[in-house]
């Protein structure tokens, strides 16, 4: 018989431990088990998943594995998908929506401000050239970011010819295609730049600022997002969701100096839980904090399929069936002793 694991992490980064140290202590006080799957028992638990030695209710994949269906984060995934457990995200979505050049037709078929954008495949950039007329579209200098990438990796912020292109697709062997972009100027609010890193997690949206240069994050208070109408940025980030249909991700938007606002970072399904009191450029501990228990939250409703915690009636976890044996066992005592006396 498989042993169940309620909420299973999957995430090769180390620095992740306070946001594991905070899941396997909520999950503790609900009598959730729980099991973090690193990048020293990855495979280990793939194997056993694969021999049906174990099972998975829920897991939090953010691993930052799209782009390689080999990749043991990625295999976990969808094996966890095919046994019917519940993965946030679906890998199968996410593979999709993680493609910046995919998912920027999505964005555009739905209204939704982008930056001016020229897209270019791999197989065209032997003979590609940035014409005065893509310079006349997107501007000088230009952006460029792998369709397929993350943290940075193969984004030239100030291009100006084709060679930054070839620069890009160097550094990000894995992507099938390119993205040439407008540069945005955002507007100054206050002390702040119109740069802004959203959160969305199950339909709530958690607004930061953002600064693109140090990474730094910062709260949008409320009476921020009232005094600079800043409203529209959870319309977008709903809108993203709806489309996407994504349930945890962050995203970029810019309020840019036309008074528009632009999402930049389309999708980011693996968003940083680095914590602001351990890393300058984290998030904000109580971002953390708040996420991990939304992603519990969730877990947990999936888990007791929507009823109460307290129900008599509900089938528990692997420790409520502990439990039941104790008690079995205590009676079977009870009973010898009857028998003796």
């Known amino acids: 018989m498989a042993v169940y694991y309620d909420v299973v992490l999957s ?12 899941m396997r202590e909520l999950c503790g006080q609900l009598r959730l088990t729980t099991f973090v799957a690193d990048k020293v028992w990855v495979d280990d638990f793939l194997q056993k998943l694969k021999q049906k030695e174990i ?3 829920v897991l939090l994949d953010l691993s930052n594995s799209q782009t390689n269906p080999e990749d043991p984060y990625m295999m976990l995934a969808k094996a966890v998908k095919r046994q019917r457990g519940y993965v946030i995200d679906d890998p199968d979505v996410t593979c999709v929506v993680a493609h910046k050049a995919l998912f920027h037709q999505i964005m555009l ?11 270019v495949s791999r197989k065209e950039l032997d003979n590609f050239k940035i014409t005065s007329e893509i310079k006349g579209q997107v501007g000088l200098p230009f952006v460029v970011k792998p369709a397929w990438g993350d943290s940075s990796i193969g984004v030239i912020v100030d291009g100006t010819s ?4 070839f620069k890009s697709a160097e550094q990000a062997p894995n992507s099938d295609a390119f993205l040439v972009q407008r540069q945005l100027k955002p507007q100054r609010l206050g002390s702040h730049a119109g740069w802004f890193r959203m959160f969305h997690i199950f339909g709530e949206v958690i607004p930061c600022w953002w600064n693109p240069t140090s990474y730094e994050y910062h709260l949008v208070t409320p009476a921020q997002s009232r005094y600079y109408n800043l409203a529209p940025l959870a319309r977008i980030m709903r809108d993203i969701a709806r489309v996407s249909r994504m349930k945890f991700f962050t995203s970029e938007i810019c309020l840019d100096i036309d008074g528009n606002f ?3 970072d389309y999708i980011n399904a693996d968003p940083d839980m680095n914590p602001q009191s351990f890393y300058t450029s984290g998030v904000p ?3 953390v904090r708040h996420i991990v228990w939304l992603l519990v939250n969730e877990a947990m409703r999936f888990i007791m399929k929507g009823r109460g915690y307290f129900d008599v009636g509900l089938a528990g976890s692997d420790i409520d069936s502990y439990e039941y044996a104790q008690l079995e066992l205590s009676r079977s005592r ?7 006396g």
């Open 11 to 22: 995430s090769p980064f180390p620095n992740y431990d306070f946001f594991a140290h905070r």
């Open 109 to 119: 078929e739905n209204r939704i401000l982008v930056p001016e954008t020229v897209i």
């Open 262 to 264: 632009y999402t930049v």
């Open 162 to 165: 084709q060679y930054d292109l």
């Open 55 to 57: 099972a998975v209710r």
């Open 285 to 287: 501990d109580e971002v």
């Open 334 to 340: 009870k009973s010898k002793a009857k028998g003796r």
